[in-house]
């Protein structure tokens, strides 16, 4: 099963007050669920690689051979896929993190940069997340559920 997941770190301020959002789906469409909360103080960076780490952890309990992350972060992308360098340590310390994560999970990882437009629910999630000052939590849909009941 591929996953297509939609990634967004937001920072009021830089750094600031910081949420992540992500919207999981199939390839065919149907909402898995959807990841948002408050991560504190960070810089928008700092928090679209958080969205990612979120996303990974998340999808790692799915049947997933392949996930595809669309994000709007081309440094988190380009870092990611290999085309920047990453000189800011404590991106250094997640990029890490998420290549680790990456290397034990049981699924491909493809990351693609998108146009903030096509990435608006993660978006509003981000944003919602900071609005609402609440730890990140995961909104499973009973057709994740029922997946997860067969991994």
Not at 123 to 132: C, T
């Amino acid at each position: 099963m591929t996953v297509i997941a939609h990634t967004d770190g937001a920072s009021r301020g830089n750094p600031g007050e910081s949420g992540i959002g992500v919207v999981l789906a199939t390839d065919a469409g149907s909402v898995l669920g959807t990841i948002a909360g408050s991560i504190g103080t960070h810089t928008n960076n700092v928090a679209e690689y958080t969205a990612f780490l979120e996303c990974l952890k998340a999808v790692s309990v799915l049947p997933c051979k392949r996930l595809v992350v669309h994000s709007d972060s081309e440094l988190m992308v380009r870092q990611m896929n290999g085309q920047y360098k990453i000189k800011d340590a404590a991106l250094k310390r997640l990029a890490a993190h998420a290549r680790s994560m990456i290397a034990e999970a049981g699924f491909s990882v493809e990351l693609r940069h998108v146009l903030r437009s096509a990435n608006a629910d993660a978006d509003k999630l981000a944003n919602g997340g900071i609005d609402s000052r609440s730890p990140v939590r995961i909104a499973w849909t009973d057709a994740a559920h029922d997946l997860m009941s067969v991994k």
